[in-house]
């Protein structure tokens, strides 16, 4: 036989001689007027009885009989429910069937056996009842006796009263026995006032009746509820006991007088609304729109007030005020100052610093023992290098090279606010320049000690004296004469008093006695940054304390990050960086500037928060606008109807070239043009670039960067010119070039000659002729002249015809007459006055 034939059909019901099934048809409803017929069965377990065994009779109901006027004997305790033998049926129960039925008439015995308890203890506490309140009557029955002897009618009508109640007692319980008393009247019965029904908690009902009721409405049976001792009554959870512990503390509490305030302290920042300050100090806000009305201020509660305000109103309500401000979130360095004990002894940090080409950079090679020099574009420096020597002594030192170009001041400035020496490179051939002057202004202002280092002493022409005698013109006087500056005489190709050199940096350093904390979270400041292509933004950074970790969170400027990764001058991955070590650093959320400070915050959150004000704080000074005045608003509409803007996009590969590129185009412009950057940042150049210069028509600089391939093609098809450059002094001349270009040729007026009117003839039918006498210079054909009638110009024309007598002359010089006709006027008069003038065009130059 296939499965399929013991499958059962849709149209009967299967048969079967191991279970009872019963089967039906349900039919589902669904959307759209669908419709669908399923089969279901029910399956019951078969009981099949041992034989001659009679199935058990059901148990009758307790049905309670009325109270009958003679007193009842105590109800006989129920039959407890006795528990089925197991038999052969209940080998076709499953286990947890089994386990159930095993759990009900644990339950049910359970049941039955507190309602026996429950009903002998009522049946006791009643009897107990009755025979004190027998005894009790019984003394007042004597007492009243006694009393009532003269008045028996009385006493003979107070058991008549009383009977009724006496009867109903009695059908509850059997009436005590009294004591006889020979003095008292006939002994009376009395019996006990039925005690009122307490509500009795529901019995489980017999096997037999349980089919008949709804199980459904009794609950599920679970372990806590079977093992419950206390009936299943409901606990008191711990809320509601502290709930009812704080209310009887409160009651046993006696206020004598009225409740002392409390006195808080209110956090006010710079400004707040009068809600949220009425909250604060858990007041009403009616009571503090009163009090400012009061003070002359109407307000309403959803309206802001300062800070000194709220604390007037602070002040008043009796609170004490905490000011706070939205600077409080910035971290503050001045004010986190290391314990002395904590200092150790660190590695000075000295900035190179010179005019360019006066050999810093091929100093610092020779010392380190490298050569960077060569591949630099145009073998000058444009932007910050830090690298660290190590000395023969062991000892180590940091050095920042600085370039030497005009238009990287701002590097020079940053190098000597960070370092502790300056070495201020002159060659000896060559003197002070201004670069070099601007160095010693820098050194200067930041209050950092200075050592001249005299480079290229070996060429010849050198003279290293004029030069210690151009630096008295400074204010720095060498110890040759007298002062107190060091200066060694160098070499940076032969390679000659290097020893000197690193001699005197150690000397200055052990005076200075430099000190850090390493063991403090760091801080440093960003000597240069720019976007990698494969390392996303990098940023090197010289640490001024503290102790640099991989995985250390922190804020750099208006951006936060991780350090993902930290490398050293020689390119190797290293795990910490101590004080005065330079690093490069990985794990930026963006670009930052150059000069910012780097501080490891606590986590994340508060590095995201620090951030984010800052990031605030610098959309708020770019967007902010000046006083506007009337002088102001003319001045600015006379400037951009009269000033040409030359805009570019500016993309470097480094935050400091970028900067330095930025100031000197901007320094280029003129009353005439000036310079608009659109968009200036540090990395390759992107579609947002191309796009915003299409859309402007601006070209793009490049400074040691390029497009990407998108870039490119959008480029090609918006006509979006590109302009690369490796060295800043040929990107500024060729910028100075175009914006002379926007402007054109200059225009030069040349005066060649005056002459005055004397008469005016008709010359054809709508021209007129002029005669002239020359007073200066000459007169030539085709010249440009201006017609002026008493000094004010009444014309601009040029010279259309020139005769003198009847005869056309090219020319007619000072003394002579002649006749002209002037081109696009008549408007000529005796005595006017003409000015003869040819137009020179030359090329402008910024």
């Keep these: 036989m296939s499965d399929e034939q013991d499958k059962p059909t849709l149209t009967r019901k299967p048969l079967g001689l191991k279970r009872t099934v019963e089967a039906g048809q349900v039919q589902q409803q669904f959307s759209h007027g669908r419709r669908n017929t399923v089969v279901v069965e029910v399956k019951r377990r078969r009981v099949i009885g041992r034989p001659g065994e009679a199935a058990p009779a059901p148990e009758a109901e307790e049905v309670e009989a009325a109270p009958a006027p003679a007193p009842a004997p105590a109800p006989a305790p129920a039959p407890k429910p006795v528990a089925p033998r197991a038999s052969e049926n209940d080998s076709l129960m499953t286990r947890q069937e089994r386990q159930a039925q095993l759990l009900r008439e644990a339950e049910e015995a359970r049941m039955a056996a507190l309602e026996e308890n429950r009903r002998r203890d009522e049946a006791a506490r009643a009897r107990a009842a009755e025979e004190e309140k027998a005894r009790a009557e019984a003394r007042q029955e004597q007492a009243a006796a006694k009393a009532a002897e003269p008045a028996p009618a009385a006493a003979a009508a107070e058991p008549v009263a009383e009977a009724p109640a006496a009867e109903a007692r009695d059908e509850a319980a059997p009436a ?223 050095f920042l090279d600085t370039p030497g170009h005009e238009a990287f001041t701002e590097m020079r400035q940053r190098g000597a606010n960070v370092t502790d020496i300056v070495i201020l490179v002159v060659a000896a051939d060559d003197g002070l320049k201004p670069q070099s002057i601007e160095a010693i202004n820098h050194a200067k202002a930041a209050g950092v000690p200075i050592i001249v280092a005299i480079n290229k002493v070996d060429k010849d022409g050198a003279n290293p004296q004029r030069v210690r005698e151009r630096l008295l013109e400074h204010e720095l006087v060498v110890e040759e004469m007298g002062g107190d500056v060091q200066n060694v005489e160098v070499s940076a190709l032969k390679k000659t008093g290097l020893d000197k050199l690193l001699d005197a940096i150690a000397l200055q350093a052990e005076i200075m006695e430099l000190k850090a904390n390493p063991d403090r979270a760091a801080e440093g400041t960003v000597i240069e940054a720019k976007l990698d292509k494969g390392r996303g933004p990098v940023a090197t950074i010289l640490v001024r304390r503290g102790t640099l970790n991989v995985g250390d969170i922190f804020v750099c400027g208006a951006e936060s990050g991780r350090v993902r990764a930290l490398v050293d001058d020689h390119g190797k991955q290293i795990k910490a960086a101590g004080p005065s070590m330079p690093v490069e650093v990985l794990g930026l959320g963006g670009v930052p500037m150059a000069g910012d400070t780097l501080t490891v915050v606590e986590n994340e ?85 191309v796009t915003l210069a299409a859309a402007t028509g601006a070209p793009i600089i490049g400074f040691n960067v390029r497009p990407n391939a998108k870039a490119r093609e959008i480029a090609n098809r918006e006509k979006v010119r590109f302009m690369y450059y490796d060295v800043i002094y040929h990107l500024t001349a060729d910028v100075a070039k175009e914006m002379a270009g926007e402007l054109g040729p200059e225009r030069i007026e040349n005066v060649v000659g005056r002459a005055e009117v004397k008469e005016v003839f008709p010359a054809g039918k709508r021209d007129k002729a002029a005669g002239l006498l020359v007073l200066e210079g000459s007169i030539r054909k085709g010249l440009h002249a201006r017609l002026t009638r008493d000094d004010v110009i009444v014309s601009a024309t040029t010279i259309a015809s020139l005769r003198r007598f009847k005869d056309d002359v090219a020319e007619v010089r000072a003394g002579l007459e002649c006749g002209v006709v002037l081109a696009d006027t008549n408007d000529i008069k005796p005595g006017d006055h003409l000015e003869v003038f040819e137009v020179e065009l030359r090329d402008r130059t910024l």
């Design 176 to 398: 005590a026995p009294r004591p006889a008393a020979s003095a008292a009247p006939a002994p009376r019965r009395f019996t006990p006032v039925e005690a009122p029904k307490r509500p009795e908690p529901k019995r489980p009902e017999p096997k037999a009746a349980r089919g008949t009721d709804n199980r459904r409405q009794s609950g599920k049976l679970t372990v806590t509820r079977a093992l419950n001792e206390d009936e299943g009554a409901r606990a008191r959870s711990l809320a509601a006991l502290k709930r009812a512990r704080e209310k009887e503390k409160r009651s046993h509490m006696t206020s004598s007088g009225p409740r002392e305030k409390q006195v808080r302290e209110v956090v006010v920042p710079d400004t707040i609304t009068v809600q949220e300050l009425a909250n604060r100090m858990a007041e009403k806000g009616a009571d503090l729109v009163k009090a400012l009305f009061k003070m002359g201020m109407p307000v309403t509660v959803n309206q802001t007030i300062d800070q000194d305000t709220a604390e007037l109103l602070v002040t008043e309500f009796g609170h004490e005020i905490k000011r706070v401000s939205e600077a409080d979130i910035d971290i503050r360095h001045d004010e986190d100052v290391d314990d002395a004990a904590q200092l150790k002894p660190r590695a000075p940090v000295v900035t190179i610093m010179g005019h360019v080409d006066h050999g810093k950079t091929s100093l610092l090679d020779a010392l380190r023992g490298a050569n960077v020099v060569a591949g630099e574009a145009g073998g000058i420096t444009q932007h910050i290098g830090a690298y660290q020597v190590k000395a023969k002594d062991g000892s180590v030192i940091t």
């Design 605 to 689: 959150a508060r590095a995201r928060e620090v951030a984010a004000y800052r990031q605030e704080q610098a959309l708020k000074k770019r967007t902010a606008q000046a006083p506007v005045s009337l002088e102001g608003m003319f001045s600015a509409l006379a400037d951009k109807a009269k000033v040409i803007e030359y805009p570019v996009v500016i993309k470097g590969d480094v935050q400091g070239s970028v900067e330095a590129i930025v100031n000197a185009l901007n320094r280029l412009s003129t009353d005439e043009i000036r310079v608009r950057v659109l968009q200036s940042g540090a990395g390759a150049i992107t579609e947002s670039d």
